[in-house]
T-cell receptor, first 116, second 112 residues
Framework: DTAVSQTPKYLVTQMGNDKSIKCEQN?????MYWYKQDSKKFLKIMFS???????INETVPNRFSPKSPDKAHLNLHINSLELGDSAVYFC???????????????FGDGTRLSIL | LAKTTQPISMDSYEGQEVNITCSHN???????ITWYQQFPSQGPRFIIQ???TKVTNEVASLFIPADRKSSTLSLPRVSLSDTAVYYC?????????????FGKGTKLSVIP
């Protein structure tokens, strides 16, 4: 069983389109995250939710909107895609939130987003 | 701006011990230091975590000095399968508020 699963694995789309990436974890964790990894392999946190509540919201464009229907799911919707959005997006989960001292995170295998 | 810094790359021969150091001058008081390993086309994988002094598990050791402004991941007797990118992750207070910050990663190449 995959602990943190993301869909789709690859996403190729045109500039200006709207797309969503889904993430599910079956670990029973309370906290989920979205990260962006650019072409230089730098990992940068975008959002974090704890029990469906937003707890980390880094400086990302308003075009990115996370949604957590329940604590096992954290989806990422992106409006009006731009060339600079091309990257690998990783979902992760941990037992507790960062305020509990930075708990070990389990990562999905990423969604490779390519903007044409 | 808050910074978490680590060497960009390292090379090592098989069977040697490898030490990768991460500097995190503004680590949050109650935060753990966590290290991850990433292979191509995969998500980062948790290796080890510590708060102070030394932590050892079946794959690595983590050394943390008393001031906690740095940490060193030690991989004993590396093999070719240890070729990967290694990241440290800390909660950083350098910008005045808590920021979860990954280092830029150290690409370890193990040579036969």
């Amino acid at each position: 069983d995959t602990a943190v699963s993301q869909t789709p694995k690859y996403l190729v789309t045109q500039m200006g389109n709207d797309k969503s990436i889904k993430c599910e974890q079956n670990l029973g964790h309370d906290t989920m995250y979205w990260y962006k990894q650019d072409s230089k392999k730098f990992l940068k946190i975008m959002f974090s939710y704890n029990n469906k509540e937003l707890i980390i919201n880094e400086t990302v464009p308003n075009r990115f909107s996370p949604k957590s229907p329940d604590k096992a799911h954290l989806n990422l919707h992106i409006n009006s895609l731009e060339l600079g959005d091309s990257a690998v997006y990783f979902c992760a989960s941990s037992q507790d939130g960062p305020s509990a001292g930075n708990q070990p995170q389990h990562f999905g295998d990423g969604t490779r987003l390519s903007i044409l | 701006l808050a910074k978490t810094t680590q060497p960009i790359s390292m090379d090592s021969y098989e069977g040697q011990e490898v030490n990768i150091t991460c500097s995190h001058n503004n680590i949050a008081t109650n935060d753990y230091i966590t290290w991850y390993q990433q292979f191509p086309s995969q998500g980062p994988r948790f290796i080890i975590q510590g708060y102070k002094t030394k932590v050892t598990n079946e794959v690595a050791s983590l050394f943390i000095p008393a001031d906690r402004k740095s940490s060193t991941l030690s991989l004993p007797r590396v093999s070719l399968s240890d070729t990967a990118v290694y990241y440290c992750l800390v909660g950083d207070m350098g910008a005045g508020s808590y920021q979860l910050t990954f280092g830029k990663g150290t690409k370890l190449s193990v040579i036969p």
